[in-house]
């Protein structure tokens, strides 16, 4: 089954830098790859998603970018800012389809420092 | 919209107690999922339904749980009886039918075991 890998397990950054997560899977026939954003003690919410047809997708100071061949995908944060301090997990699925289900990697506790 | 609604949001009990967890989804979401997610780890599927039919439940110990989404709406968990390695949040989720794209997060219900 699918396996999803998740670096680094914690990152900070000083404030107005730039945190990049990276994630590898394992099933080449993975083919939508979301991430989520956890705050402490809240429900993870879907920050952006990438599907296998595209290699970049941007939303303001969020991109991800799509690695098909070496299975790697990553989320680049720019601009970086206090409220982007959170838990930030990638995750891959065979989607579009009612039998595929979400993989997540392990979660990559995110700090902004001031 | 509603979002996801979960119930109790805590709960506490001892070892080889029973207990139970109440998750209702987005209207017209026909997929629901409920998640385990030990603190530090991303979230783990422990089943899936499509309506009122169980699509995965490989990763659920069906010695101790059980799950039913009677009507193809709200859904419960069950855990009987529970071990200390239980103590996690309980995520529910749900998405449209026939994609897994977007899966919207319920609060989680916090169980700890002693």
């Known amino acids: 089954g699918e396996n999803v890998e998740q670096h680094p397990s914690t990152l900070s950054v000083q404030e107005g830098d730039s945190a990049v997560i990276k994630c590898t899977y394992s099933?080449?026939?993975?083919?939508?790859f979301p991430w989520y954003k956890q705050e402490l003690g809240k429900r993870p919410q879907l920050i952006i998603d990438?599907?296998?047809?595209?290699g970049e997708k941007k939303d303001q100071r969020i991109a991800v970018t799509l690695n098909k061949t070496a299975k790697h995908f990553s989320l680049h944060i720019t601009e970086t800012q206090p409220e982007d301090s959170a838990v930030y997990f990638c995750?891959?699925?065979?989607?579009?389809?009612?039998?595929?289900?979400?993989?997540f990697g392990s979660g990559t506790r995110l700090s902004i420092r001031p | 919209e509603a979002g996801v609604a979960q119930s109790p949001r805590y709960k506490i009990i001892e070892k080889r107690q029973s207990v139970a967890f109440w998750c209702n989804p987005i209207?017209?979401?026909?997929?629901l999922y409920w998640y385990q997610q030990i603190l530090g780890q991303g979230p783990k599927l422990l089943i899936q339904?499509?309506?009122?039919?169980?699509?995965?439940d490989s990763q659920l110990p069906k010695d101790r749980f059980s799950a039913e989404r009677l009507k193809g709406v709200d859904s419960t968990l069950k855990i009987q009886p529970a071990k200390l390695e239980d103590s996690a949040v309980y995520l529910c989720?749900?998405?449209?039918?026939?994609?897994?794209?977007?899966?919207?997060f319920g609060p989680g219900t916090r169980l700890t075991v002693t």
């Open positions: 989720a749900s998405s449209l039918e026939f994609s897994a794209y977007e899966q919207y």
């Open positions: 990438i599907r296998s047809n595209v």
């Open positions: 339904f499509q309506n009122n039919g169980v699509v995965d």
């Open positions: 995750a891959a699925s065979m989607g579009y389809s009612s039998a595929s289900k979400i993989i």
């Open positions: 209207s017209g979401h026909a997929t």
């Open positions: 099933d080449s026939a993975s083919n939508y």
